[in-house]
């Protein structure tokens, strides 16, 4: 849309031109630093000039978005400057936006980290501010999910503005004059009003109209450059060249009302720019407000403001932004799809953080609550949990943190993502030792059985983090094969014992005397529980015959695995080739591929292949294939060398176990400028392709058939299918992929990408990293019908939050002890369970966040006796997502609804 301002008729001169000029500072920059870098050099500047030099200017306003920066400013600030700070935001001189911990990615991240990081921003400035967040603003995340856009809406945020969205977009919104919508669900759920920016970015020299070359004649920032600044001799014809821009941008609005954001990515860093942009920007306000023939009115002002303007929404939207794209040249389109799949290992590693955050979460509350009823009060817990509970907060801010749109996007130098790679491992490893810690209080505290006479050599506590009852598959590594289980109830639980074997080992002769072992069983777990396992020597010698060795491909064609569900075949080159149920058989050429990159154009953000050129590394497997038939699982193992190991699995458990095919794919990328994807062609005709939107909802996605591959490549943060009227064809995932569909029957999923260019997006470094993955994805074959959806949300949960485990050394009976008295029906989730606190010290006030996966009517939740065993509620208010507006109160855990597809908060007082 060029546009050349004194030859373009605009509407302001008949409706009041409305202009809003937001002054802000977008704490971001690619993330080339690591966050306590960017911190001391930029933004504690930053948020200093904010008490020391916004309250001497008069009208301006600033907004501020990221919490994570703000609370670590607060905590080495003094109490003066946060008078300051806290008297701004009360006279409205300064709003939080958003206040999230972060910005966070929209497309990769998972509805528990994008809650967990809503919340943990919101908290604190309830706390420290005693504001709550109005408006929000997601301005640099590459491309916008509706899934956010709710949880905003949830959490009583009433407006939202939106950025970088596909060109064609913004181009059609502006042309059809409606950059102002209502952004609805496709479920019953309140909606939020949308501004969508028409300009292509955020900066000044980006948003002040189509004539984009002229915006830095209005940027003021004398360290940055030379613009021209206003006097009296010129602010007239300044001020109507900034009329004819800004009254552009009002013109694509029914309310003729502009949004023009001041900054960009670490501005007003020096006390020098907020004084230039100030007197400058001032001169201007005052010389149009003053003059009635422009018919207009600019001011300084917050996103509030902005939204207090617009008073015309007749434009409903449903959907997301998915995928965006904006331009190499003026015809040629560049699709951010390749960092839904960039850096596979800290996505993954993201993900167990979130799992084993949430599991220790909701054992922290219930063993805080309960201990704290212990008759006799013997027991402090204070003392007892508060030091663990600045591991939970430290590991929540960890998690919320890395979910930031340059973190989990895989977008950031090298020494960031290692930086974020040490944060995560260390809460991993704290909360490992929070949950342990947990679990043996409650065991201790609530005894039933007496010890039994034999010793065993290890004991392993479990923990079902999901409130339903679970058949799981438990893997404990061991040094000793010859080995039982002995479960709660003093029963023998039947057990495998497998050989463990690195790729390195399948490519050459084993040897069985330097072999690592699994021990692995499945049992039944009651809902929120703790069991224990011992486990026992035997004398029984270890059965090697279980084990077929292959030495090489010529016996891999024909070659099955069975049980009670499925038959699984394999081709020639390992990869399974057909699936076969009651219901009928698939037939599919299931392929590890790799697409060559285009230098220069494929990079951390962007995927951009060469066309036509596609490596098949799945040929044929290389070394020992490795066959282990045993009542717990069957699997095969293959090698292809270069670090790539596939193992294709079948459980032999009459649970829901037994309708999954559990494949794991290991690979460590040695070539350059690849993109490596697992491909399943099946024979299905006539189907839709459908995938998950941040594990809260599934969404069809349509072919574009006048796109390449890279413009039909979609987030999948837990699962995508295909579907037809007769079959699903599901792929669960354990992490976040790029997932595609690009002819019909077939579908991909990228699982790494490694490049030695840069793609010029920002991170001004190539994704060059050589790290090992695993990528576990569930295969599901099941009919088309309404409970086989609730039954891959089910196994979605499972696959997501496995059993958490830990071994210990307390003298403690083999028992099992039950937190929930009832399972929860089947589509209810308990998203988290999370203690609040006060100055960083819990409370007996914990956070329930419960979600409807629908599939059902029902908005039943509780069944009438259910209650959490061993803890007392004394009252139970609704109140928003976040926990900062408490509304009704109810009298039992019955009386709770959710609606289909919605997700609920309640204060929990114990």
């Known amino acids: 849309m060029e546009f050349r301002y004194w030859e373009q008729l605009i509407t302001w001169n008949v409706n009041p031109l409305k202009v809003i000029i937001v002054p802000f500072s977008h704490n971001d920059a690619g993330w080339l630093q690591t966050f306590e870098d960017y911190y001391e050099t930029k933004t504690k500047r930053i948020l200093d000039n904010i008490v020391h030099v916004l309250p001497d200017l008069e009208e301006m306003t600033f907004v501020w978005s990221e919490i994570c920066f703000l609370q670590y400013w607060w905590d080495r600030s003094s109490e003066e400057s946060r008078d300051i700070f806290r008297e701004l935001v009360h006279r409205g001189k300064v709003e939080i936006v958003t206040g999230g911990w972060v910005m966070p990615d929209e497309a990769t991240t998972h509805i528990f980290s994008l809650h967990n990081q809503l919340v943990e921003g919101h908290q604190w400035v309830m706390e420290n501010l005693g504001v709550a967040p109005e408006t929000a603003w997601s301005i640099d995340p590459f491309g916008c999910s509706s899934v956010m856009a709710y949880l905003l809406a949830e959490s009583g945020i009433e407006g939202l503005v939106i950025q970088r969205i596909h060109y064609s977009w913004k181009k059609y919104f502006s042309e059809q004059g409606a950059l102002d919508m209502l952004w609805e669900q496709d479920f019953e759920a309140p909606h939020i009003k949308l501004r969508v920016q028409q300009n292509p970015g955020y900066t000044i020299t980006d948003c002040c109209g189509p004539a984009t070359g002229l915006c830095s004649d209005y940027d003021f920032n004398l360290e940055i450059r030379d613009a021209e600044h206003i006097t009296f001799t010129n602010v007239h014809r300044k001020a109507e060249i900034m009329l004819g821009l800004y009254g552009r941008i009002g013109s694509l609005s029914r309310s003729n009302t502009a949004l023009i954001t001041l900054g960009g990515d670490f501005r007003f860093v020096n006390e020098s720019e907020w004084f230039q942009q100030y007197r400058n920007y001032k001169a201007l306000m005052d010389y149009i407000n003053t003059e009635k023939n422009y018919n207009a009115e600019i001011r300084f002002g917050t996103v509030k403001h902005f939204f207090d303007k617009v008073d015309k929404y007749n434009v409903t939207l449903q959907g997301d932004f998915f995928p965006y794209a904006d331009l190499d040249s003026e015809y040629d389109l560049a699709y951010w799809t390749g960092y839904f ?6 996505k993954k590693l993201a993900r167990s953080l979130e799992s084993m955050l949430r599991s220790t979460e ?55 993502m290692e930086d974020y790679k040490s944060k995560m491992l260390r809460s991993l490893h704290e909360l490992k030792t929070v949950q342990k810690s947990c679990m043996e209080m409650m065991l201790n505290s609530f005894k039933n059985n007496t010890p039994p006479d034999k010793k065993p050599i290890r004991k392993t506590l479990v923990f079902n983090n999901l409130p339903y009852n679970r058949s799981e598959m438990i893997a404990i590594k061991t040094d000793y094969p010859s080995i039982m289980v002995i479960g709660p109830n003093n029963n023998e639980i039947k057990s495998q014992v497998n050989c463990v074997y690195e790729n390195e080992q399948l490519l050459k002769k084993r040897s069985m005397d330097s072999e690592n072992f699994e021990l692995t069983f499945i049992d039944y777990l009651p809902p929120f529980s703790i069991s224990v396992y011992e486990i026992y020597s035997i004398e029984e ?51 590890l591929n790799a697409y060559t990159s285009q230098r220069g154009n494929s990079g951390a953000y962007l995927f951009k292949p060469i066309r036509n050129e596609i490596t098949t590394i799945s ?23 270069n670090g790539y190991t596939v193992t294709t699995r079948l459980y032999g458990s009459e649970s829901n176990f037994n309708q999954i095919i559990d ?45 390449h591959v890279e413009g039909n490549y979609h987030p999948m943060t837990t699962m995508a299918y295909i579907e037809n009227t007769d079959l699903i064809f599901a792929i669960l995932s354990d992490h976040s992929h790029g997932v595609a569909s690009v002819r019909d029957g077939c579908i991909e999923v990228m699982l790494d990408r490694r490049m030695t260019t840069d793609d010029y997006r920002g991170l001004e470094e190539a994704m060059n990293d050589k790290v090992k993955t695993t990528s576990r994805l569930y295969i599901v074959l099941l009919k088309s019908q309404p409970n086989s959806k609730q039954l891959l949300n089910n196994l979605v949960l499972r696959l997501n939050n496995p059993a958490p485990i830990a071994v210990t050394k307390m003298e403690t009976p083999t028992l099992s ?42 908005s039943d939740t509780f069944m009438k006796e259910s209650k959490f065993d061993h803890v007392s509620i004394k009252n139970i208010f609704k109140t928003s997502l976040t926990g900062l507006k408490d509304g009704d109160e109810l009298d039992e855990l019955h009386d709770i609804k959710v609606k289909v597809f919605n997700i609920l908060s309640l204060k929990i007082f114990f």
Not at 341 to 346: D, V
Not at 389 to 404: C, D, G, M, N, V
Not at 696 to 703: A, G, K, Q, T, W
């Open 341 to 346: 799949t960039s850096r596979p290992y800290w």
């Open 362 to 416: 909701i054992l922290f509350t219930l063993t805080f609550n309960a201990i704290s009823n212990i008759s006799g009060k013997n027991l402090n817990p204070l003392e007892l949990l508060a030091r663990h509970f600045k591991k939970l907060i430290r590991a929540r801010r960890a998690a919320a943190l890395f979910q930031h749109h340059d973190g989990i996007t895989g977008t950031s130098k090298v020494k960031v």
């Open 541 to 591: 010698e270890y059965d090697k015959k279980k084990y077929i060795n292959y030495e090489g491909s010529n016996k891999m064609g024909g070659l099955c695995i069975v049980n009670s569900d499925q038959i699984i075949t394999f081709g020639e080159n390992g990869m399974m080739n057909n699936i076969t149920k009651n219901f009928g058989s698939l037939f599919m050429n299931t392929n």
């Open 619 to 641: 040929e044929k497997p290389i070394g020992n294939g490795v066959f282990i038939d045993g009542d717990i699982h069957k699997e095969v193992t293959v090698s292809y060398g």
């Open 663 to 707: 494949m794991k794919i290991t690979y460590n990328m040695t070539q350059e400028n690849k993109e490596l994807f697992i491909q399943f062609a099946t024979d299905l005709k006539d189907t839709q392709f459908y995938t998950d939107v941040n594990g809260l909802e599934m969404r069809e996605r349509v072919r574009n058939t006048q796109q």
């Open 817 to 858: 002890l039950v937190l929930l008295n009832h399972p929860l029906p089947n589509h209810i989730d308990i998203l988290n369970l999370r203690t609040l606190s006060r100055d960083d010290v819990p409370t007996t006030t914990a956070l329930m966040t419960v979600r409807n996966m629908g599939h059902t009517n029902s």
